[in-house]
């Protein structure tokens, strides 16, 4: 019976001494660590790696549990490079709940691994330019949930087509489907129908801060 990926990332621990070892050779909080080896959530794969590097065990063989962990076995195909993966930062805001300006200047909670054929061959996305923030609220229910991830690509910064942005108000910054009118008028749209439909004329509309558009949507079921 194959192992686990919790019983692999405890190979890993018990290679390197401990899970504070681990831990500490990863750069992964110790936190989180315990979470990943009592099989409470798993790791991202650009995580995987740094697990693997720092027990110098196969990428593969931790991710699939194919192989052995020193790699020595045909399957080693498997293994994970990261060149075949974007890492693309997670900032600590939330669309209608976070505060101010560029989030580029937020703090980055983490990083998640994107198929680089993904962003680049299928999506047209720039791999500089892309930010994940969490949705908070419900104002565009059903289209995005509160606790949905959003994938953004910042080279998006005015409102063209009629899509859905993470704009700035102030000092909130708020995720809407918005779409820009013959006049320069932006009308701002929630999909959840209980909330009103709201305009910014040409004027405040240059006052309007983009900063991004919402290409991707990630949810836990």
Not at 101 to 109: A, F, K, L, T
Request: net charge negative; proline share 3%.
């Amino acid at each position: 019976m194959q192992d686990s990926l919790a019983q692999r990332l405890r190979h890993c621990a018990q290679k390197v001494g401990s899970g504070d070892a681990l831990a500490r050779l990863s750069d992964i909080p110790r936190r989180t660590i315990e979470t990943y080896l009592t099989g409470q959530s798993e790791p991202k794969t650009s995580r995987l790696v740094a697990i693997a590097q720092a027990a110098e065990v196969d990428a593969g063989w931790l991710a699939c549990g194919l192989g052995h962990p020193e790699g020595q076995s045909a399957t080693s195909h498997h293994t994970l490079r990261e060149d075949e993966y974007t890492l693309v930062p997670r900032y600590a805001v939330e669309a209608s709940a976070g505060h101010g300006g560029n989030i580029e200047h937020e703090p980055v909670m983490e990083k998640l691994a994107f198929k680089t054929d993904w962003i680049i061959g299928e999506m047209g996305l720039d791999s500089e330019r892309l930010a994940l923030i969490n949705v908070h609220g419900d104002s565009m229910e059903p289209t995005l949930r509160g606790g949905d991830m959003l994938l953004l690509d910042l080279r998006c910064n005015e409102v063209k087509d009629d899509a859905i942005y993470v704009l700035r108000l102030e000092n909130l910054l708020i995720v809407k489907r918005a779409q820009r009118m013959l006049d320069g008028t932006i009308l701002i749209r929630s999909d959840n129908t209980i909330y009103r439909e709201q305009s910014a004329s040409p004027e405040q509309a240059r006052q309007l801060c983009v900063i991004g558009r919402v290409v991707w949507v990630g949810r836990r079921i």
